[in-house]
């Protein structure tokens, strides 16, 4: 595939990102940010957030495991994956989130695990969104390429 | 937003314009490595020499080492020492620095609560490149009068 080609396809699919709710503005000033001095700033960012999320998910896990659940506990978890989620622009996670300490703040254990179910699946669903869209940025600056920067009108 | 004393007018936006100073320095206070980085970048950005802790009592510590910034920005909720300790404990020890408090979307209580510990602002994370603008603006007019 010619570099043009794989460009238009990353654009395409970086904007169905932003239509399907996955990202929000903020993911765009990540990338805004990234620049000569910066060059992997957008990969370290996103590595940060799944080694965050991924830690938070396992520790949220075993928190909604505990006899007696210990919901601050919970509830700091979440507060911290929605914190990180909405720094990167993950915004369907950020959203599970806040429906999740709505439930945290009620004591709701069957709410709050289904909360649970309803964050592991957004993440997960972005995380692949996320790879997929650094591997197409990968293949074209191997072909020789720039990467295309998104515009914010569509 | 608001200000330790300051109301919301001397806050002046500046539209399109960045602000470049390579003098100033900043501590970015948060136990989030995500978070850390990408503060430091946006402060990089505008020519701060940038350092970083990842709760109040490293923050605190720097400053009882000798170390002195014109900007911190101070997470809220941080293990070890939070943003409200850290705050209270550099302003007992005649720390002057702007210190932004910088929070996820909290009750109104809770950030008033970060506020009266000694902030100069408070706002939600993460900081935008618009509201970076505003503070360093600030700074440089604060630096001008000293």
């Given at each position: 595939?010619?570099?043009?080609?794989?460009?238009?396809?990353?654009?395409?699919?970086?904007?169905?990102?932003?239509?399907?709710?996955?990202?929000?503005?903020?993911?765009?000033?990540?990338?805004?940010?990234?620049?000569?001095?910066?060059?992997?700033?957008?990969?370290?960012?996103?590595?940060?957030?799944?080694?965050?999320?991924?830690?938070?998910?396992?520790?949220?896990?075993?928190?909604?495991?505990?006899?007696?659940?210990?919901?601050?506990?919970?509830?700091?978890?979440?507060?911290?994956?929605?914190?990180?989620?909405?720094?990167?622009?993950?915004?369907?996670?950020?959203?599970?989130?806040?429906?999740?300490?709505?439930?945290?703040?009620?004591?709701?254990?069957?709410?709050?695990?289904?909360?649970?179910?309803?964050?592991?699946?957004?993440?997960?669903?972005?995380?692949?969104?996320?790879?997929?869209?650094?591997?197409?940025?990968?293949?074209?600056?191997?072909?020789?390429?720039?990467?295309?920067?998104?515009?914010?009108?569509? | 937003?608001?200000?330790?004393?300051?109301?919301?007018?001397?806050?002046?936006?500046?539209?399109?314009?960045?602000?470049?100073?390579?003098?100033?320095?900043?501590?970015?206070?948060?136990?989030?490595?995500?978070?850390?980085?990408?503060?430091?970048?946006?402060?990089?950005?505008?020519?701060?020499?940038?350092?970083?802790?990842?709760?109040g009592?490293?923050?605190v510590?720097?400053?009882?080492?000798?170390?002195?910034?014109?900007?911190?920005?101070?997470?809220?909720?941080?293990?070890?020492?939070?943003g409200v300790e850290a705050t209270k404990e550099l302003r007992a020890m005649?720390?002057?620095?702007?210190?932004?408090?910088?929070?996820?979307?909290?009750?109104?209580?809770?950030?008033?609560?970060?506020?009266e510990a000694g902030?100069?602002?408070?706002?939600?994370?993460?900081?935008?490149?618009?509201?970076?603008?505003?503070?360093?603006?600030?700074?440089?007019?604060?630096?001008?009068?000293?």
């Amino acid at each position: 595939m010619e570099v043009g080609q794989m460009q238009r396809r990353l654009v395409d699919y970086t904007k169905s990102l932003f239509m399907e709710g996955f990202l929000d503005a903020q993911f765009l000033q990540l990338q805004q940010l990234q620049d000569e001095s910066n060059p992997d700033f957008v990969v370290e960012v996103v590595s940060l957030f799944f080694d965050d999320s991924e830690k938070l998910l396992n520790d949220l896990t075993m928190a909604l495991d505990q006899p007696n659940v210990d919901f601050k506990k919970v509830d700091a978890h979440v507060h911290q994956l929605k914190g990180s989620s909405s720094s990167i622009g993950a915004q369907r996670v950020k959203n599970a989130c806040i429906a999740f300490r709505s439930f945290c703040e009620e004591q709701n254990i069957d709410a709050t695990l289904r909360c649970l179910q309803q964050v592991k699946q957004e993440y997960y669903l972005v995380k692949n969104k996320l790879e997929t869209m650094l591997r197409l940025e990968q293949q074209i600056v191997a072909a020789g390429g720039s990467i295309p920067m998104i515009e914010l009108g569509f | 937003m608001s200000g330790n004393g300051a109301s919301s007018s001397s806050l002046n936006m500046i539209s399109g314009e960045d602000v470049v100073n390579n003098n100033l320095t900043a501590l970015v206070v948060d136990d989030s490595p995500l978070l850390r980085l990408l503060h430091e970048i946006h402060l990089k950005k505008y020519g701060l020499k940038v350092q970083v802790a990842e709760n109040g009592k490293v923050a605190v510590d720097l400053f009882h080492l000798g170390a002195s910034f014109d900007l911190v920005l101070m997470d809220k909720e941080m293990p070890v020492m939070n943003g409200v300790e850290a705050t209270k404990e550099l302003r007992a020890m005649g720390v002057t620095s702007m210190i932004v408090g910088v929070t996820s979307k909290d009750g109104p209580g809770e950030q008033q609560a970060f506020m009266e510990a000694g902030l100069d602002y408070c706002f939600e994370k993460p900081l935008t490149p618009e509201i970076i603008s505003i503070l360093l603006e600030e700074l440089n007019k604060h630096n001008k009068k000293d």
